[in-house]
């Protein structure tokens, strides 16, 4: 028994340590006030890439970004890849979720896994975000993100087009039109048949600690982003952002150390409408509901920030009560904003 035990510390303490990660968490409303698609691409571009701006040094987890209705009730959240696949025009979340997930996606995959739909019919005036799995077919890495295809391999394997000249090939067998990482080992020589692996999206950042990209997950309801929490324990420090918030010079900020912190942002009406239509959540103020609720954007000129812009400036605001934070935990690594 003390055996087992001593074998158990020692696989245990040989697990990379989770790092530090820090989530944004949006409104689906908050591109409703923009009358025009282009300018809804624009925003989403502009939040996405700051989103993107912050490397992600999270070791087990993929990096999320929540997107959150303002349903009363909680309901079953939808998977993102089970979005309508109607033509028909999307507002709130469906648009917004739909439109991160194209801007995550490796542009030589976009054609592939996502069909003609009238909410991307302006994503052709969005510049690239040039993250670091967004591979040229140059470019060589020891990852790459690939699809499925229909056509099998000679010896029953897989073939995955990831953006070079030729397909690879993986021994299992999956299903055509999914989206794999695919470790391409050292062996550049694309003309033999040595097959590859599949492997954790994860990898690239557990290895290298580079940005591997987001996924996107949904919430009916704010509270259903609290209890659909998928992190053990749920997160250590909730911060809401609002004009009505409490105003803190960011060198006087304090952040607890966490493993897992969110910074939400609200809609039209702000986060107090979110809390005020969540019945899981009636009868609460913002000051309830979060650990922190602060106004990063002071003495602003205009009667009202888009959300976008918002994040641009919060994000500055809090970097450096962050990274005090992450010195006080011993981390030197500044985490991303998934």
């Not at 025009?36 to 502009?46: D, M, V, Y």
């Not at 909410?119 to 040229?136: C, I, K, Q």
Request: aromatic residues 6%; neutral net charge; hydrophobic residues 30%.
């Amino acid at each position: 028994m003390a055996k087992k035990k001593k074998r158990a510390r020692a696989e245990a303490e040989s697990q990379p340590e989770p790092q530090n990660e820090v989530e944004l968490v949006v409104s689906g409303d908050s591109n409703d006030n923009e009358k025009k698609k282009k300018k809804k691409k624009k925003q989403k571009k502009q939040t996405n890439k700051a989103d993107n701006d912050h490397e992600e040094e999270e070791a087990k987890e993929i990096p999320t970004v929540v997107v959150f209705d303002n349903k009363s009730d909680s309901v079953n959240d939808y998977s993102v890849k089970e979005l309508d696949s109607s033509d028909e025009n999307e507002t709130g979340a469906p648009f917004l979720i739909r439109i991160l997930r194209y801007l995550e996606t490796p542009q030589y995959l976009r054609r592939a896994l996502f069909p003609k739909h009238n909410s991307l019919r302006y994503v052709g005036v969005l510049p690239p975000l040039d993250a670091p799995h967004h591979l040229r077919k140059h470019e060589w890495a020891p990852y790459r993100e690939g699809v499925t295809l229909k056509e099998r391999s000679l010896d029953s394997g897989t073939l995955v087009d990831v953006g070079l000249h030729k397909h690879v090939v993986i021994d299992q067998v999956v299903e055509p039109g999914t989206r794999v990482t695919v470790a391409m080992g050292t062996n550049r020589n694309l003309d033999t048949d040595l097959p590859r692996e599949i492997a954790s999206p994860s990898k690239p950042r557990e290895e290298s600690g580079m940005y591997w990209g987001y996924r996107v997950r949904y919430a009916s309801n704010l509270s259903s982003v609290f209890k659909d929490c998928p992190y053990k324990g749920g997160y250590d420090h909730l911060i809401g952002t609002s004009e009505h918030g409490l105003i803190v010079n960011s060198s006087n900020l304090t952040i607890p150390t966490f493993r897992h912190l969110l910074i939400a942002f609200g809609g039209l009406a702000g986060l107090e409408e979110s809390i005020e239509e969540d019945n899981n959540l009636k009868g609460k103020n913002a000051q309830e509901v979060f650990d922190s609720y602060l106004n990063t954007c002071p003495h602003q000129g205009s009667r009202t920030i888009r959300t976008e812009e918002a994040i641009l400036i919060s994000l500055q605001y809090f970097q450096e009560p962050i990274s005090r934070a992450l010195q006080k935990s011993g981390s030197l690594n500044f985490p991303c904003v998934s």
